[in-house]
């Protein structure tokens, strides 16, 4: 929908914003906020403890999870403070207190003047301008870190305190509807992906015929299987080896950025779907040599870190001993791929999580269903397209959630740069009771 506008501007002096209402004010921002620097041992406080992980990107919630790390000093804040996340700030980590506490020595603990609303202030530092200039201020290195002398120099436009309160309910009640549909968007995705998994794990499991002959395979996670197909340990299909590394492993005479072999690394096939494209950092002749090669369309899992998943490499390349590969399989590695990509061969061998370390014994011993290689490629090919289709559904949805965090950002930064006018914007009075 549109908003209503303001009628009088005048120039802002400000080189990202050419207008402004012309009764709001422009001070710096250091004057209109203090910058709290209390310092306490996290061992010694019965302050709960928060860490910047522990605050959602863009919209400053917070997010239960567990502490990461909690020891040393932090700085204390009190309810009303707005906590900004000074460590890579294009992560746009800012949260309103809520309650007092503790937070990481990464964030500015910066508490409001009676001019400043600290709810507009939380908005204000969320806006996708001020999130930009801070971000500029520290191009160039290798661990951006905004510091407060930039910061406290920078502008915040001062309508009146009353005019601040009336933009945040606004702001509350409009993202609250926004971050709705998001969530409901996010909630069909997980229900895409549970199925996606359940049509993976029946096909390698059951086959494609619903009619052909079943036979219990003995084993828990397979249950019934086509009679026909094998029952048999991984380890008697294919040998199975573990990467190595060249050690110690950050010595740069291992790395060459034209080296002829990638080195992969757990990050790149957690950021990798089914094939893997491309990689970070290569290898040079040395690091290869100390290594373990694999060559396009070669199988390997991950046994460490993101436990248990597959990928087929689309690149040379070379693979540390947090994977394992499959040097003489003579089975469909896509079949494999899909097969090791629906979870259910790990049940029973473990919790999977960062906790869980699979090995070549382990793997070797898991016990499958083989079905013939012509069947192998009819379920590669049925999987292709199902999850093609399914794939196409969960980009249109992720599109959507993009558009959604665009509008959502953009409503911010335009409501407190005095870009639309929301005065006379009317929330329904239920809605204003719970906000």
């Known amino acids: 929908m549109g908003y209503a506008q303001y009628k009088e501007l005048d120039s802002s002096g400000i080189s990202w914003l050419q207008k402004k209402p012309i009764h709001w004010r422009i001070k710096r921002l250091k004057f209109s906020t203090d910058l709290i620097n209390n310092k306490v041992s996290v061992e010694d ?22 502490i990461s790390n909690s020891e040393g000093l ?35 603990v910066v508490r409001s003047k009676d001019e400043l609303h ?15 200039i801070v971000d500029s201020s520290t191009f160039g290195s290798k661990m951006p870190r905004a510091n407060w002398d930039f910061i406290g120099n920078l502008p915040v436009l001062l309508p009146d305190v009353e005019e601040q309160k009336v933009i945040a309910r606004f702001l509350d ?54 009679a026909h197909w094998k029952v048999i340990r991984i380890k008697h299909i294919t040998p199975v080896k573990r990467g190595a590394s060249p050690r110690p492993i950050d010595d740069p005479k291992y790395f060459d950025d034209d080296g002829e072999f990638a080195w992969v690394r757990i990050s790149d096939v957690s950021a990798s779907d089914r ?14 040599s100390l290594s373990v090669k694999r060559y396009p369309g070669d199988l390997f899992l991950s046994i460490a870190g993101t436990v248990g998943k597959p990928i087929i490499t689309n690149i040379k390349c070379c693979i540390h001993d947090g994977f394992v590969y499959f ?15 629906c979870g259910q061969p790990y049940l029973g061998l473990g919790k999977m999580g960062t906790q869980l370390n699979l090995n070549t014994d382990t793997v ?20 292709d397209k199902k999850t093609a289709q399914l794939d196409a559904q969960v980009a249109r949805i992720n599109g959507a959630i993009d558009r959604l965090n665009e509008y959502r950002s953009a409503l911010i ?23």
Not at 51 to 65: A, D, V, Y
Not at 85 to 100: E, M, S
Not at 280 to 288: A, F, I, Y
Not at 327 to 341: C, G, H, K, M, R
């Open 364 to 383: 070797g011993c898991i016990l499958i269903g083989l079905p013939t290689r012509l069947e192998q490629q009819a379920i590669v090919e049925f999987l």
């Open 74 to 108: 932090a700085s204390s804040f009190v309810m009303g403070d707005v906590l900004f996340g000074k460590l890579r700030p294009y992560l746009a980590k800012v949260h309103l207190a809520q309650q007092d506490g503790l937070i990481s020595s990464e964030a500015l």
């Open 45 to 66: 406080s019965p302050l709960p403890y928060l860490g910047l992980e522990h605050i959602e990107s863009w919209t400053g919630r917070k997010i239960e999870g567990e």
């Open 327 to 341: 040097p003489d399989l003579q089975e469909s590695n896509e079949f494999f791929y899909y097969l090791f990509a």
């Open 173 to 226: 009640f409009k993202t609250v509807q926004i971050d709705a549909l998001i969530a409901k968007k996010k909630s069909l995705l997980d229900k895409l992906a549970e199925k996606r998994t359940a049509l993976i794990s029946h096909a390698v499991t059951k086959g494609l015929d619903p009619f052909v002959p079943m036979k219990d395979s003995g084993v828990a996670w397979l249950g019934d299987i086509p």
């Open 118 to 132: 600290a709810e507009f202030l939380k908005y204000y530092m969320l806006s996708r301008d001020f999130i930009n």
């Open 275 to 288: 094939y893997l494209e491309n990689t970070t950092q290569r290898l040079s002749e040395l690091g290869s």
């Open 413 to 435: 930064t335009n409501a407190v740069t005095g870009k639309i006018d929301v005065r006379d914007f009317e929330i329904p009075p239920t809605v204003e009771e719970v906000i």
